[in-house]
């Protein structure tokens, strides 16, 4: 797949992640919270956009692995810099959402004033650190009991 078919296929990804997340999360949310729609769009804006490089990491990965039998160590370290820093947004945001919607402050200013502040510091953080890991390292080998 050329890269410009794999650019087309993740931002349609994108796209029906944004629709999909952010349907479910206003209709889950409609019973609870109103304008539900107010915490729905962003959700499923982070969502889409997480989505794009995923898919276009994970296919660029799936090809290397099919036509070599190894992915390369740049992919391998792409997806997983972006799978750690999707996670690190996710747990620094969730943290601060946890914290803020507990107190006097309602969840959809939660989610908005700090949990994506807060999620994009924490993700950043995650990403880099995990960019700079030593790649190339091997473990020793266990030593073998005679």
Same mark, same amino acid.
């Given at each position: 797949m050329n890269k410009y078919m794999k650019t087309f296929v993740s931002l349609f990804a994108g796209?029906? @992640? +944004?629709?999909a997340v952010g349907v479910a999360v206003t209709e889950l949310l409609d019973p609870y919270i109103w304008p539900s729609l107010m915490l729905g769009l962003p959700?499923?804006?982070v969502a889409g956009? #997480? +989505?794009?490089?995923?898919t276009y990491l994970g296919i660029t990965y799936w090809e290397e692995r099919r036509n070599t039998g190894t992915a390369? /160590?740049?992919t391998v370290r792409r997806l997983w %810099? %972006?799978? #750690? *820093?999707l996670f690190g947004f996710? *747990? @620094?945001g969730g943290v601060a959402? *946890?914290?803020l919607s507990a /107190? *006097?402050?309602g969840l959809a200013s939660a989610i908005l004033l700090a949990g994506f502040p807060v999620g994009i510091v924490s993700g950043a953080l995650v990403g880099y650190l995990v960019y700079r890991r030593d790649w190339t390292r091997q473990d020793p080998p266990a030593a073998s009991v005679q």
């Amino acid at each position: 797949m050329n890269k410009y078919m794999k650019t087309f296929v993740s931002l349609f990804a994108g796209l029906l @992640g +944004f629709v999909a997340v952010g349907v479910a999360v206003t209709e889950l949310l409609d019973p609870y919270i109103w304008p539900s729609l107010m915490l729905g769009l962003p959700i499923g804006l982070v969502a889409g956009i #997480a +989505f794009i490089p995923l898919t276009y990491l994970g296919i660029t990965y799936w090809e290397e692995r099919r036509n070599t039998g190894t992915a390369s /160590q740049e992919t391998v370290r792409r997806l997983w %810099t %972006t799978v #750690a *820093a999707l996670f690190g947004f996710l *747990a @620094g945001g969730g943290v601060a959402v *946890a914290i803020l919607s507990a /107190q *006097a402050m309602g969840l959809a200013s939660a989610i908005l004033l700090a949990g994506f502040p807060v999620g994009i510091v924490s993700g950043a953080l995650v990403g880099y650190l995990v960019y700079r890991r030593d790649w190339t390292r091997q473990d020793p080998p266990a030593a073998s009991v005679q």
